[in-house]
Nanobody, 124 residues
Framework: QVQLVESGGGLVQAGGSLRLSCAAS????????MGWFRQAPGKERDFVAA????????YYADSVKGRFTISRDNAKSTMYLQMNSLKPEDTAVYYC?????????????????WGRGTQVTVSS
């Protein structure tokens, strides 16, 4: 069982930055592909970014490409999402997820473990 805990959310003005963290329990973090998803009120959970086990491969949703950067530190069992040039439409609960089997994926169905989420609110 893997426990994931997100942190770093908050309220920020448009154009500002936040860095989210996702801390994983145990010693198997380095074997997992990881992803970030977000869910706005009344909407489905959407893919944001994903990263391979070593960090050598990353994927981004078109809506965040060039503004967000996903990274990981396997020694600290932690994944990050640096969010710059934030927009009001980035407002959502952000979730991290672990894929214990395969390559990083844009599909939430591929992920086995989920955190509880952290709220990001961007004011205009």
């Amino acid at each position: 069982q893997v426990q994931l805990v997100e942190s770093g959310g908050g309220l920020v003005q448009a154009g500002g930055s936040l860095r989210l963290s996702c801390a994983a329990s145990g010693h198997t973090f380095r074997y997992y592909a990881m992803g970030w998803f977000r869910q706005a009120p009344g909407k489905e959970r959407d893919f944001v970014a994903a990263i391979s086990r070593t960090g050598g491969t990353t994927y981004y949703a078109d809506s965040v490409k060039g503004r967000f950067t996903i990274s990981r530190d396997n020694a600290k069992s932690t994944m990050y999402l640096q969010m710059n040039s934030l927009k009001p439409e980035d407002t959502a609960v952000y979730y991290c997820a672990a894929d214990t089997v395969g390559l990083p994926s844009r599909s939430s169905d591929e992920y086995d473990y989920w955190g509880r989420g952290t709220q990001v609110t961007v004011s205009s």
